[in-house]
Every structure is written in structure tokens, then in C-alpha cells.
């Protein structure tokens, strides 16, 4: 007591302080809870983003023919994920800090959930986003390019003609006659060629020889090889003949590395799967060529 008699406006003033005392305190509870709230909400916005890029992703790569996202589609649903991933965190984190601003007494619980999530949606969404656009840029410059020097090597029919005749010259080399072995079906079309793609992605033509004595009949059926036999008879066991002939059409020969007993053409048109064996066995693919 300090001998000073109490006023009205003494106990109104009291009154005033408590009420604002109080309002403060929910005004800070609800801040807290809205933060927990919103801590809570930004990692589902994350998993949204991840799921809207994977299934970007999964379309472009599996889906039907028809339907698979192309490379721009692809970069675009990329964005609209790391626009989530990223966008929603960063736009919460600036809120935050301008809330922080005006009221330091705010709960940092949502800005320090903002900035985790900012921080994981940039090290996935965003990083996939730059690696796509890396890749795009990169398919861009790729498919500009003109034809190479070996895609242009042998063009249209030529190409046919050509590994037509080397097969055969090759069988010959092994001391075999192609024209002696047939299908199953009587077919004796020893070449055939495929559409493919250039590496421009410009529609080509790949072309196949395939001559193996083991899978082939005589003319009137019978298989061309006798029962128990891997080599024809009468023909080659060594590669020596295939060696000088490629080497006088300017194609090396060199051992397969996974069949010792294979021997692989090293030319820039010839695919280098391509492989020929004592049998006669025969089996050499072009690169895709200009058509």
C-alpha cells in the first residue's frame, strides 16, 4: 500500500493491460499452430512434386508408342514438379521472414520447415530439372547435325548391293556357296534391310546379311548340314581367306573378343557386332544409313 487511495481509472487501466496481455498470448498460440499446420503441409506439396515428375518420367519412358511424353513435354511437366517442389517452400520461407519482420514473436516453426523442404526440392526436383535441360539442349545441337560421313557411305539400294556382295564374298572366303543354302521357306534372300534412325533421329536404313549353314536346307530340303557336323564339309576351318579378302576392301578383322573362334569387321559402315565363323557362318549388319 502506498497510502494512495485507488481510482476508476487505476482498475481500468489494469484491465486493459491484462486484456492485452491475454490477446497477445493467442495471438502467439494461434501463430504456433498455424506454423505447425503449415510445417506439416509443405513436405505433401514435396511428395506431389516427385510423384508429377516420376510420372513424367515413367511415361516418357514406358508408355505406349503413341502416347510417350516427347522431350519438350517432358521438360515442361519437369518444371510444373520443380515449380511445386521448389515454388511452394520458397514462397512460404518469404512469407515468413516478411511475418518475422512485423512480429518477431512469431513461432520460426514453419520458417525452418520451409527451409528444409526449399532445400530437398532443390536437390531433387530442381537438379532433375538442369539435368533435363542439359540433355534437351544437348538432343538439340544433335538432331541439327547433317548426316555423317559414314551414314552417307552408301545410300538407297547401293547399300543392299554392296553388303550383298561382300556376304557372298565372304562365304566364298570360307570356301562355301551361298547360293546353295536356303530357308526353310525356299527363300535364298540372303539380305534384307530395316528402317531405323540416323543419329539426327532422320528416318535411315539399316541393312542385314545372314547366311549360317547350320540353319539353312539344300534344294530339296535337307538340312545343309549333316547331323552331328558344325563345319560344312569341303569348306574352311580357318579365317585366313575372310582376313585377306576384307583386307583388300579396306575392312580390318579383328578377333571377337567374347568367341575366340569369331573374327569381327572394324569398318566405320559395318555394325561391330558383326561376326563371321568357320560353318560357313555369316552374319554382318550396316550402321543405319542415308536411304
Request: proline share 5%.
Amino acid at each position: 500500500m502506498d497510502g494512495r487511495a485507488r481510482t476508476p481509472g487505476d482498475g481500468a487501466e489494469v484491465e486493459s493491460a491484462e486484456v492485452e496481455s491475454a490477446a497477445a498470448e493467442r495471438t502467439k498460440t494461434t501463430g504456433r499452430g498455424v506454423g505447425v499446420a503449415v510445417a506439416l503441409t509443405l513436405p505433401v506439396a514435396l511428395v506431389v512434386a516427385w510423384i508429377v515428375q516420376l510420372s513424367a518420367m515413367l511415361s516418357s519412358e514406358f508408355g505406349p508408342t503413341e502416347e510417350r511424353t516427347g522431350g519438350l513435354g517432358l521438360t515442361v511437366w519437369l518444371v510444373v514438379g520443380a515449380a511445386i517442389g521448389v515454388g511452394v517452400p520458397l514462397a512460404v520461407l518469404i512469407g515468413q521472414v516478411r511475418a518475422r519482420r512485423r512480429d518477431p514473436s512469431l513461432s520460426g516453426v514453419a520458417l525452418v520447415a520451409a527451409t528444409l523442404v526449399l532445400v530437398v526440392g532443390l536437390a531433387t526436383c530442381g537438379l532433375v530439372v538442369v539435368v533435363q535441360i542439359s540433355a534437351a539442349t544437348a538432343d538439340l545441337y544433335r538432331t541439327a547435325q547433317p548426316p555423317t560421313a559414314a551414314e552417307q557411305r552408301y545410300t538407297g539400294d547401293e547399300a543392299g548391293v554392296e553388303l550383298r556382295a561382300l556376304g557372298d564374298d565372304t562365304v566364298r572366303a570360307l570356301g562355301g556357296d551361298p547360293d546353295e543354302g536356303f530357308g526353310n521357306d525356299g527363300s535364298n534372300g540372303r539380305a534384307w534391310s530395316e528402317e531405323c534412325l540416323l543419329d539426327n533421329d532422320d528416318p535411315g536404313v539399316v541393312w542385314n546379311y545372314w547366311y549360317h549353314a547350320d540353319s539353312l536346307v539344300d534344294a530339296s530340303g535337307d538340312p545343309l548340314l549333316p547331323d552331328g557336323v558344325d563345319v560344312l564339309p569341303g569348306t574352311r576351318t580357318d579365317l585366313d581367306g575372310v582376313r585377306e579378302l576384307w583386307s583388300g576392301e579396306g575392312i580390318g578383322a579383328e578377333q571377337d573378343q567374347v568367341d575366340f573362334e569369331q573374327v569381327v569387321p572394324v569398318v566405320d559402315w559395318l555394325e561391330r557386332w558383326s561376326y563371321v565363323r568357320a560353318g560357313p557362318t555369316v552374319d554382318i549388319t550396316t550402321i543405319c544409313l542415308v536411304p
